[in-house]
């Protein structure tokens, strides 16, 4: 729980940064911050992917996840319910109606907040990587471009910012307990193959950071299930 509970801080610190400050990083700073982050990433990524027990196992498991979560279109949903939720975070306002107006906005900033904290690839593989004990650098990264992020949308929404804190300690949090409790009926190869991939999905979602090339990591997470399954079996 230790990377969910920093990242939890990280938003909170970045969140009241952003109503002191009331302005937003300037586009150069914020490109070159995440640049760093996205290199990091990276690294991490490359470093997972070097524990592969069965080479074999893993390639398979990629092309499979990746024909499941494509057929399934994981990505799609997972937008379309976040879409969903700002449209609800939204209410038509009257002119004039200035306490309508304030609580939409302290609405959809919530909403907005929430989503992009939680809702992603490395929210789930960092919330993994935790519950399985090993040091969560991923949701340290994470909590860096979060930290980040909460600044620039406090400094626009206020403090509803510092309340999407709440989603990410019960999302990520609840994914950490579940992945420690599996952990418990995993073999060494089972958790090598797994971390495995996702290092290699970790690489993925670095060349997403750089915009390197848009590369649909959120689809390919069934490789993880997929991985631990195979390693059962052979």
């Known amino acids: 729980m230790v990377g969910t509970l920093v990242n939890t801080a990280a938003v909170i610190a970045g969140g009241a940064v952003g109503l002191l400050i009331h302005s937003r990083l300037s586009a150069r700073m914020t490109n070159i911050v995440f640049q760093g982050i996205g290199l990091v990433t990276l690294a991490i990524g490359i470093s997972m992917s070097l524990h592969i027990q069965s080479m074999i196992l893993v390639v398979v498991s990629i092309v499979l996840g990746a024909i499941t979560g494509q057929a399934i279109d994981i990505d799609k949903y997972l937008r379309r319910f976040s879409d969903s939720l700002q449209k609800k975070g939204r209410r038509k306002v009257k002119p004039g109606d200035e306490e309508s107006a304030a609580s939409n906005r302290f609405s959809e900033g919530f909403i907005t907040a929430s989503m992009l904290f939680c809702i992603g690839s ?30 620039a949308l406090a400094s626009s929404f206020g403090v509803c910012i510092l309340l999407s804190s709440i989603p990410v300690l019960i999302y990520q949090g609840s994914l950490t307990l579940f992945a420690a409790f599996i952990m418990r009926y995993m073999s060494e190869s089972m958790t090598e193959n797994m971390t495995g991939v996702g290092g290699i999905l970790l690489i993925g979602l670095a060349i997403n950071i750089l915009k390197i090339k848009d590369i649909n990591v959120t689809n390919m997470l069934p490789a993880l299930v997929i991985v631990v399954l195979l390693s059962y079996f052979f």
């Open 122 to 151: 490395m929210a789930i593989l960092g919330a993994i990587e935790d519950g399985m004990g090993k040091t969560p650098n991923l949701l340290y990264t994470k909590s860096i471009m979060d930290g980040i992020s909460a600044i």
